[in-house]
């Protein structure tokens, strides 16, 4: 027969691809036997997103995280339906590819998300780590106090009726279990990286994935007294998000993870207290593993205009004077530049020699028939102004005084770092208010629960004012009576 064949038989038919709403969950990692493997080494050090087009490089893709995050073989949960939202990611991604223009690098420098690797790699740079040190440190330094007042003095049952005693057991609780150390390694984490992650270690539930993926409500059903075994601060780059709903913005976990995967572990999101001081648009979520912008990928173009202006002013100083030979150039070429020639009459020879003798020398010898001798000096002026300019721009971004970034106290009469200070620390006191407030209430719901198995609905958090008065130093008492 015309056109038959055995092969069409036995081929399997591809199934029709369904139009209904996927849900957007990070790609697999599966190994086809026509394309050699990617070691894993080399797509851990990948800094750059993958492409839509070999001249065209996205920012919209979604995070690949490497391998081992995500288990292989792993089996995606039933996809949420919606015929009328896209039918994939990358739909979404090849729509936003399409609305944007190709910009200059120059002005796309930091747009896309640079990755964990080289967020590690600029973490290790003094001008990239110490602003991030600096916020921590500050956000951290003074702590918070701990009050409650309850007008009909009749705390929930299980919950001691003094306050005091209430308190200090709270205080002795956070202390057990570093909470002011976490915080400051969660800010840390977050600046560096763009998201921070605590793992809540609860005693009762196994670290496996069929423990860690079942809810953790902070309610008295959810949490059991004495069940809280510790806290842990867990690497952006060890985590990825596993399922998120991206079907109607008009519910609450639009464009939420719902689980995470920790190193092969399904973890639900009520087990991790994630930190993100700087989001970025729903478009960008999926490619920055759902964090936010960090820190140190907004300071990059700053502290690279600060590097290249550091080093030519470095240059400019160490050669900011110049030695002039002038000489006979007819006659010195016409001996030769080989090893053979005369080094005394060559033209190399001569330069060498007068630079030998010119450095840490008083006095130049030149040939006053044929040769003249003067240097040339760079103004220097001005070049102070330059770079501290760009110190000045490196601070802006995160809103830092000189005086604490570089330890850069001003000049001129009467000159003062008070007010800098000062709205520095308003800035830190609004940092703690919005993103470490919402931290520390859960964790403290979480103690009381472990302590009481009750919320105490009085308690409250104050952060402890940043600004030292002098008054408050008590002044030395002279050993003479006053008369």
């Known amino acids: 027969m015309s056109g038959f064949s055995l092969t069409r038989l036995f081929t399997k038919k591809q199934p029709t691809p369904s139009h209904n709403r996927q849900d957007p969950l990070p790609p697999r990692h599966p190994t086809t036997p026509h394309k050699t493997p990617v070691s894993w080494l080399k797509r851990l050090r990948r800094t750059e997103p993958p ?25 995606r949960p039933t996809p949420l339906g919606s015929d009328a939202a896209p039918s994939t990611t990358a739909d979404i991604t090849s729509w936003a590819m399409g609305q944007t223009t190709s910009q200059p690098s120059w002005m796309a420098d930091g747009l896309g998300f ?15 780590r110490k602003p991030c040190d600096v916020i921590a440190r500050e956000a951290t330094r003074e702590w918070i106090s701990l009050s409650t007042h309850n007008p009909a003095d009749c705390p929930p049952p299980g919950i001691p009726q003094d306050p005091t005693t209430r308190l200090h057991a709270l205080e002795v609780e956070m202390k057990r279990l570093n909470i002011r150390e976490l915080l400051h390694q969660q800010i840390l984490d977050s600046l560096l990286y763009g998201i921070g992650h605590i793992w809540l270690n609860m005693a009762d539930t196994p670290r496996t994935t069929y423990g860690q993926t079942l809810p953790l409500p902070l309610t008295s059903n959810g949490v ?32 939420r993870p719902r689980n995470w995967w920790v190193q092969g572990c399904l973890v639900h999101r009520d087990r991790l207290i994630s930190m993100i001081p700087y989001g970025v648009s729903d478009l960008f979520k999926p490619s920055f593993n759902f964090g936010g912008m960090s820190l140190t990928q907004q300071l990059r173009p700053y502290v690279h ?3 290249r202006t550091r080093n030519s002013i470095s240059n400019i100083t160490a050669n900011f004077s110049k030695l002039v030979l002038k000489t006979d150039m007819g006659g010195l070429m016409a001996t030769g530049t080989s090893d053979e020639a005369d080094p005394t009459t060559s033209i190399t020879g001569r330069a060498s020699f007068m630079q030998k003798i010119s450095e840490g020398q008083d006095i130049i010898v030149a040939d006053h028939q044929n040769e003249d001798i003067s240097i040339i000096a760079t103004p220097l002026t001005g070049l102070a102004d330059l ?16 005086v604490k970034l570089f330890g850069i106290t001003p000049n001129g009469l009467n000159a003062s770092s008070a007010g800098e200070i000062r709205v520095f620390y308003d800035e830190i006191a609004a940092f703690q208010e919005a993103h470490m407030r919402p931290v520390l209430t859960r964790l403290l719901t979480l103690l009381q629960l472990n302590l009481w198995g009750a919320t105490d609905p009085a308690l409250e958090i104050t952060f402890n004012p940043l600004w030292q008065h002098l008054s408050a130093t008590p002044e030395p008492t002279s050993s003479k009576e006053s008369p």
């Open 387 to 402: 770079q501290a300019q760009a110190m000045e721009a490196m601070a802006s971004i995160p809103g830092i005084p000189l």
């Open 51 to 75: 492409t839509l087009s070999p001249n065209t490089t996205s920012h919209f893709m979604p995070y690949q995280p490497p391998p081992g995050i995500v288990p292989e073989g792993y089996n």
């Open 305 to 307: 205009n600060f590097l």
């Open 224 to 255: 059991r007294k004495g069940t809280l075994a510790g806290l842990k601060t867990i690497e952006p780059i060890w985590t990825t998000p596993n399922a998120y709903n991206a079907d109607s913005p008009l519910q609450d976990d639009y464009y």
């Open 114 to 128: 640079l990755g964990y690797p080289t967020l590690a790699q600029m973490a290790q740079r003094a001008e990239f």
